[in-house]
T-cell receptor, first 111, second 113 residues
Framework: GENVEQHPSTLSVQEGDSAVIKCTYS??????FPWYKQELGKGPQLIID?????GEKKDQRIAVTLNKTAKHFSLHITETQPEDSAVYFC??????????FGTGTRLLVSP | NAGVTQTPKFQVLKTGQSMTLQCAQD?????MYWYRQDPGMGLRLIYY???????DKGEVPNGYNVSRLNKREFSLRLESAAPSQTSVYFC????????????FGEGSRLTVL
């Protein structure tokens, strides 16, 4: 089945710095790559997604880049703020139409 | 807007007891899912329902059963709870199967002693 690896598992940055989280996957048929943010005690919430016909997508301070040849995609958060502190999950759809999630990255933004 | 509502939010069971987690969505979504979340393992799909009247196994279905009661409701049943089923369970829904945004409930924390 699809294997999704997510790194790092924890990331600490100072407010205003950039944060980058990377995911690799194995199924070359995958064509949908969402990122979810989970705040403490809440369910995950979609923050950005990308489909395989584009290489980059931006939404204000958040961007996702996709390299289908290398089978990896990354989440970039610029000008981090304390409210960005959360757990972030990448996900990949498989040829069997199921979403497989990465293991999560705990981001801590210190003031 | 309620979105996806799960009940109960917390539950403690003894080994061998049974229980049902309830989930309802008010977004007229076709597809619904049950995930479990364990430390260091991300979210793993237990069962899903592509549309009303259908259910399919996910990655970790053993020990669970589901019922898609109608378009709004999707329940998860543990027939004989085991300590390995201690986890946080999330219900989610989407307009279509796995190609768009998943909307998650706030989770149900289950402890099996």
């Amino acid at each position: 089945g699809e294997n999704v690896e997510q790194h790092p598992s924890t990331l600490s940055v100072q407010e205003g710095d950039s944060a980058v989280i990377k995911c690799t996957y194995s199924d070359s048929a995958s064509n949908y790559f969402p990122w979810y943010k989970q705040e403490l005690g809440k369910g995950p919430q979609l923050i950005i997604d990308i489909r395989s016909n584009v290489g980059e997508k931006k939404d204000q301070r958040i961007a996702v880049t996709l390299n289908k040849t290398a089978k990896h995609f990354s989440l970039h958060i610029t000008e981090t703020q304390p409210e960005d502190s959360a757990v972030y999950f990448c996900a990949v759809n498989t040829g069997f139409q199921k979403l497989v999630f990465g293991t999560g990255t705990r981001l801590l933004v210190s003031p | 807007n309620a979105g996806v509502t799960q009940t109960p939010k917390f539950q403690v069971l003894k080994t061998g007891q049974s229980m049902t987690l309830q989930c309802a969505q008010d977004m007229n979504h076709n597809s619904m899912y049950w995930y479990r979340q364990d430390p260091g393992m991300g979210l793993r799909l237990i069962y899903y329902s592509a549309s009303e009247g259908t259910t399919d196994k996910g990655e970790v279905p053993n020990g669970y059963n589901v019922s898609r009661l109608n378009k709004r409701e999707f329940s998860l049943r543990l027939e004989s709870a085991a300590p390995s089923q201690t986890s946080v369970y999330f219900c989610a829904s989407s307009t279509q199967l796995n190609t768009g945004e998943l909307f998650f409930g706030e989770g149900s924390r289950l402890t099996v002693l």
